[in-house]
């Protein structure tokens, strides 16, 4: 079975950093591609990043570019998200999932959620 559990949220100040880690089980992550969304109070689901199957090609939602960066650790069958400057806006769950293809910013194109991890960023 496939399954996920994301870490690394916490309370940071705005123009901080942070790390999210996305460690999966049930498969090897090196043959998929994997996204990061976000999902805040009374919004919907938002697209954060994408990474390619090789790790050779990543997407980011215009409000983080620049900002975020996204990576694969094959050796511990994770995902990471590296999160800079951070802004008030980006407080949200931080979720991951598998994509099977399609768009990428469309969550109805991924598969295996896992729970997420809590970003708030305030002074």
């Known amino acids: 079975q496939v399954q996920f559990v994301e870490s690394g949220g916490a309370l940071v100040q705005p123009g901080g950093s942070l790390r999210l880690s996305c460690a999966a089980s049930g498969f090897i992550l090196d043959g998929y591609a994997i996204g990061w969304f976000r999902r805040a109070p009374g919004k919907e689901r938002e697209a954060v990043s994408c990474?390619?199957?090789?790790?050779?090609?990543?997407t980011y939602a215009n409000s983080v570019k620049g900002r975020f960066s996204i990576s694969k650790d094959n050796a511990e069958n994770s995902v990471s998200l590296q999160m800079n400057s951070l802004k008030p806006e980006d407080t949200a769950v931080y979720s991951c999932?598998?994509?099977?293809?399609?768009?990428?910013?469309?969550?109805?194109?991924?598969?295996?959620w896992g729970k997420g991890t809590l970003v708030t960023v305030s002074s």
């Open positions: 999932a598998i994509y099977s293809g399609g768009s990428v910013y469309d969550a109805i194109n991924y598969r295996g």
């Open positions: 990474i390619s199957t090789s790790g050779e090609t990543e």
